[in-house]
Nanobody, 123 residues
Framework: QLQASGGGLVQAGGSLRLSCAAS????????MGWFRQVPGKEREIVAA????????YYADSVKGRSTISRDNAQNTVFLQMNSLKPEDTAVYFC??????????????????WGQGTLVTVSS
């Protein structure tokens, strides 16, 4: 089970830290990712991290403004988002892929999904 939290309403230029707590699995065996979706649009990758945190990936839209990290001892993955823009408004989902190699960047690669947390950035 994946439980995402940390979303909310923030003004443009502000920051949020999303968390995704995993249970019922060996967390360190999973690559993790954050996706987002706006109504009427496809879900898109935001960031991804390998099982040990050595490899990361960022979408161009958030590169330089966001940091993905993980704490395997706490079974949690984080997404720190800074300099938020109105176009970052979306429901953010965390996802897990059973893999001990590299990062996964496509939606179809992931095995399990969290319920989503809403991020709203006001202008």
């Amino acid at each position: 089970q994946l439980q995402a939290s940390g979303g909310g309403l923030v003004q443009a230029g502000g920051s949020l830290r999303l968390s995704c707590a995993a249970s019922g699995r060996t967390f360190s065996s999973y690559a993790m990712g954050w996706f987002r979706q706006v109504p009427g649009k496809e879900r898109e990758i935001v960031a991804a991290i390998s099982w040990n945190g050595d490899s990361t990936y960022y979408a161009d839209s958030v590169k330089g403004r966001s940091t993905i990290s993980r704490d395997n001892a706490q079974n949690t993955v984080f997404l720190q988002m800074n300099s938020l823009k109105p176009e970052d408004t979306a429901v953010y989902f965390c996802a897990a892929k059973l893999s001990t190699w590299g990062v996964a960047t496509t939606e179809a690669s992931y095995d399990d999904w969290g319920q989503g947390t809403l991020v709203t950035v006001s202008s």
